[in-house]
Structure formats: C-alpha cells, structure tokens
Nanobody, 119 residues
C-alpha cells in the first residue's frame, strides 16, 4: 500500500523555522522525483520546491521561497524534507508532498500538514 505521510507542521511566529518531513512507503522511493506543494485557503495549490529522483542533484524553488526553504531527500529513510526558515505570514498553508515518476506516469500525494505563521 502506497503511503506518503507528512509531519512537522504547526504554529510558528514570523521569522521562525519549521522542518517538514514526508515519509514514503509502498513504492521505490529513490526512483521518484519528489516535491512539496501548498494550498492556502481560497487559493489554488502551488508548487513550492522539487527534487529529482535518485541522488536528488537537481532542485527547484518558487521565487517567493528561494533562499529561505531547502528541499532534501534521504533515500535510506525513504523521506523527503522541507526546511523552512524566515517564515512569513504568507507561508501559511497546508503543505503536501508529491511523488512523481515519468514513465510509466505515476503520481502519489500525501494528506497534508498545516503550517500556520502567526504572531
């Protein structure tokens, strides 16, 4: 059974930090590109960061988080991380992880974890 389980969300003050984790099971984790997405109330889900499969040498970030967020993966633990620093009010959202393989095309989503940035 495929599972992606996010954790690490919570309430943090502006300028604070959180580390999200996404633990994968039920598929060959290293063969999948992984990404973090977020969805704020009333807004569409958006891509936050992605990391390539296997060694994870390639990463991408949306402009608003570049320099503050870092995505990484540990294939020995089947886990992808999102280190979030200097958090802003506008980072408040439910954060989801996604696994993607291009061929055959396969996508898995986690259930999400809430991140709230508030003073």
């Amino acid at each position: 059974q495929v599972q992606l389980v996010e954790s690490g969300g919570g309430l943090v003050q502006p300028g604070g930090s959180l580390r999200l984790s996404c633990a994968a099971s039920g598929f060959t984790f290293s063969a999948y590109g992984m990404s973090w997405h977020r969805q704020a109330p009333g807004k569409e889900r958006e891509l936050v960061a992605s990391i390539s499969s296997n060694s994870g040498l390639s990463t991408t970030y949306r402009d608003s988080v570049r320099g503050r967020f870092t995505i990484s993966r540990d294939n020995t633990k089947n886990t992808v991380y999102l280190e979030m620093n200097s958090l802003k009010l506008e980072d408040t959202a439910v954060y989801y992880c996604k696994a993607l393989r291009g061929f055959p095309s396969t996508t898995y989503w986690g259930q999400g974890t809430q991140v709230t940035v508030s003073s």
